[in-house]
T-cell receptor, first 108, second 114 residues
């Protein structure tokens, strides 16, 4: 059983829609990462957070420590946002545990 | 500044062969970690090295080994390749040891084992 669960697995939306991707984990963590992976494999780190909320451009990441849950939001989605979004957590050591990813497709 | 670079980008091997993958971290980064990503799945942690010492190892067999050099570049070696080793191998670097630092990933090496 994967210790990090993401939902949905796949998401298709129209350009301009507000997007939410969810991540749940099983026990207390020291940090949570949101990553973006485009076709071809390269991964870009979007956010690293351990509490509260972070915003960068149209992207917002939140984390609720008590509920062991994080969300990634994309406002005014654009076709270039199409990618796989991966949540990864650190349980206090060097190791990262990854979710299986959410494949996002934005239709023009 | 150059990002994390990995070589080669693609590799085809046959079962039983050995392979070496290379990673150069961002200048000033002392931590390098390796991940295996099988098609359709999230990455799996293989190793982390910091200051040339192994500081973490995932659930991979002893056929997998790695090392970090004095310039902080790293190699991942896989012996006695199996079909199941076919995957994208990713390297990431960061300034410090703990996974509470932002990670910078390379583009990966796509390994195909025939």
């Amino acid at each position: 059983k994967n210790e990090v669960e993401q939902s949905p697995q796949n998401l298709t939306a129209q350009e301009g829609e507000f997007i939410t991707i969810n991540c749940s984990y099983s026990v207390g963590i020291s940090a949570l990462h949101w990553l973006q992976q485009h076709p071809g494999g390269g991964i870009v780190s979007l956010f690293m957070l351990s509490s509260g909320k972070k915003k960068h451009g149209r992207l917002i990441a939140t984390i609720n420590i008590q509920e062991k849950h994080s969300s990634l939001h994309i406002t005014a989605s654009h076709p270039r946002d199409s990618a796989v979004y991966i949540c990864a957590v650190s349980y206090g050591n060097e190791k990262l545990t990854f979710g299986t990813g959410t494949r996002l497709t934005i239709i023009p | 500044d150059a990002g994390v670079t990995q070589s080669p980008t693609h590799l085809i091997k046959t079962r039983g062969q050995q392979v070496t993958l290379r990673c150069s971290p961002i200048s000033g980064h002392k931590s390098v970690s390796w991940y295996q990503q099988v098609l359709g799945q999230g990455p799996q942690f293989i190793f982390q090295y910091y200051e040339k010492e192994e500081r973490g190892r995932g659930n991979f067999p002893d056929r997998f080994s790695a090392r970090q050099f004095p310039n902080y570049s790293s190699e991942l070696n896989v012996n006695a390749l199996l079909l199941g080793d076919s995957a994208l191998y990713l390297c990431a670097s960061s300034t410090r040891l703990w996974a509470t630092e932002k990670l910078f990933f390379g583009s990966g090496t796509q390994l195909s084992v025939l």
